[in-house]
């Protein structure tokens, strides 16, 4: 249903950039890969006491995970044969997950309080890839 | 189609930024707080809502430095520690290494903590605030910095000199009873940071933060020939120095892990 509002919606866009009329675009977004979430402090104005980075590159994993799968959603096997089960029984079993399959930590540095500062460092915060789970 | 609105932007995959969806004021302020809980930091800290923030303080501008010069991404893209850049705050080897093994890094602003009463010598009495360190945090380390400029005031005090730390255990009836820390020799010849191993001091003052009294500086020539001189004689900047040399503390930890099993629980 969003599909269907967004593309009666867009009709003042670049249909040439448009993911929601593009086919060949449609066919990227349908595929289990990483996609970018880009989340900026500045924008969300806590500069004034985050002091560094501006913000960061969270990315996500979006799209599915269909047979067959090739290399380029790093699928387990499980995920192999999570999707074949699933092809003999689709109303049953759901198709493998498309999730991250490397994460990595970002540092943040921000006050405290008006005089003491913290540079902290958060795990597993930044997908580094995606793949079928 | 790149108006900025909400602060999140979705690639499309052909390395253009489009609007996925267009967030309200109220769904905004929720998207921002999720993000912030998930970074740990539910409330917007006292007394910063507008202000620029004080960078140019030393404290500060240590951890900056950290940030852009010693700090790697993760494990595989962290350098060799003998390639990364010291910065301006000389980052000795022990100082890379407890960075690499800390998951927080925290510096605390140095105070002069009069108490009347008490009789200060000639030394210098710091306190610094470390009631929000983490209980759940475990300390590796911490340091007392303290700058040292060529700019000596007294030509008697030219030389090589000794500066103790003491914690500071009794204040009463101005009588003062100090605890041995560290100690460091160092020269007024040579001008640069000047650091002193204060663990023993944070791990006493985070366990028991009603005994937090502060730190006494004390400073002797080298050779005995003169008593006890202020540190300022000797080139030590203090409070009344440029922002960016006044004295701070440094605390390295590690996280104990429980804190991140308690945040999911709760959210």
Known sequence: DARRKKKSESTNWDHRNNPYTDSAMQYHSRTCKIQTLYVSFRDLQWQDWIIAPDGYDAYYCSGECNFPLNAHMNATNHAIVQTLVHLVSPGKVPKPCCAPTKLSAISVLYFLDESNVILKKYKNMVVKSCGCH | ?267
């Open chain 2, 1 to 267: 189609s790149t108006e900025r609105m909400s602060g999140l932007y979705v690639d499309n995959g052909f390395d253009q930024t489009v609007v996925h969806r267009v967030v309200n004021q109220r769904e905004k302020r929720e998207v921002e707080h999720e993000i912030l809980n998930l970074l740990g930091l539910p409330d917007r800290p006292r007394n910063t809502h507008g202000r620029p923030p004080q960078v140019k303080r030393s404290a500060p501008k240590f951890l900056l430095d950290i940030y852009q010069n010693a700090l790697g991404e993760d494990e595989e893209e962290k350098s060799p520690a003998h390639h990364r850049k010291a910065g301006e705050f000389d980052l000795s080897g022990q100082d890379l290494k407890a960075i690499d093994q800390s998951d927080v890094i925290m510096t605390f602003a140095a105070h002069n903590h009069h108490v009347p009463g008490v009789r200060h010598e000639r030394g210098k009495r710091l306190w610094f605030d470390v009631s929000e360190v983490p209980p759940e945090e475990h300390i590796i380390g911490a340091e007392l910095r303290l700058y040292h400029n060529t700019d000596v005031r007294n030509w008697r005090n030219r030389g090589s000199y000794t500066i103790t730390a003491y914690r500071v255990l009794k204040t009463e009836n101005g009588t003062r009873e100090l605890q041995y820390i560290d100690a460091i020799n160092a020269t007024t010849g040579k001008e640069g940071w000047l650091t002193l191993n204060v663990s023993e001091a944070l791990e006493h003052w985070v366990n028991n933060p009603d005994g937090n009294r502060g730190l006494y500086l004390s400073v002797h020539p080298a050779d005995r020939s003169v008593h006890e001189v202020r540190p300022e004689d000797v080139g030590i900047v203090g409070f009344r120095g440029d922002a960016d040399k006044q004295p701070f503390m440094v605390g390295y930890f590690k996280s104990s892990g429980k804190r991140e099993s308690k945040v999911r629980q709760k959210r």
